[in-house]
T-cell receptor, first 114, second 112 residues
């Protein structure tokens, strides 16, 4: 089955700086990579995702890059704001393969300091 | 449209009692997942349903945990003879075709 590692486990940045979170996966068949943001006491919410047929995707201040050869993908947040403070989870899956191949990373706690 | 809903939002129970947690997925979503999240921790996979069947029960922590789904819609997670270590937030998610998961607000279970 799939195994997903995520680094760092905690990350503190100054407001306005960039933040980068990296994930690696083990199953070369994985082709779908979502990122979820979970604010304190709230449900995880999808913020961006990428499929294996592209190498990068951007949505305003958030971008995700994928390196299929190295089996890693990264979340980039630019011009960080205090409201970006949350726990971020990556995941890897084989699209349409519902169960054991949808695996979450352990999470990164991001703190944006004013 | 309506998102994933869960009930109750909070449940306090005494050790040894049984509890039932309910999940209403987004209409039309064939896949449904249950996760457990302890305070400050990640998402622990419990079980998933494809339609009404549960091909992967590997994450259920013990035989005190069971789940069912009826009509390809509502799911219930039952914990029998609850223990203090069962205290956590139980999250449900649904997915239209096994990739993007949409989470419910969770049920916070406290076992005294």
């Amino acid at each position: 089955g799939e195994n997903v590692e995520q680094h760092p486990s905690t990350l503190s940045v100054q407001e306005g700086d960039s933040a980068v979170i990296k994930c690696t996966y083990s199953d070369s068949a994985s082709n779908y990579f979502p990122w979820y943001k979970q604010e304190l006491g709230k449900r995880p919410q999808l913020i961006i995702d990428i499929r294996s047929n592209v190498g990068e995707k951007k949505d305003q201040r958030i971008a995700v890059t994928l390196n299929k050869t190295a089996k890693h993908f990264s979340l980039h947040i630019t011009e960080t704001q205090p409201e970006d403070s949350a726990v971020y989870f990556c995941a890897a899956s084989v699209s349409g393969d519902y169960g054991q191949n949808f695996v979450f990373g352990p999470g990164t706690r991001l703190s944006v300091l004013p | 449209g309506a998102g994933v809903s869960q009930s109750p939002s909070n449940k306090v129970t005494e050790k040894g009692k049984d509890v039932e947690l309910r999940c209403d997925p987004i209409s039309g979503h064939t896949a449904l997942y249950w996760y457990r999240q302890s305070l400050g921790q990640g998402l622990e996979f419990l079980i998933y349903f494809q339609g009404n069947s549960a091909p992967d029960k590997s994450g259920l922590p013990s035989d005190r945990f069971s789940a069912e789904r009826t009509g390809g819609s509502v799911s219930t997670l039952t914990i029998q003879r609850t223990q203090q270590e069962d205290s956590a937030v139980y999250l449900c998610a649904s997915s239209p075709w096994g990739d993007t998961q949409y989470f419910g607000p969770g049920t916070r279970l406290t076992v005294l």
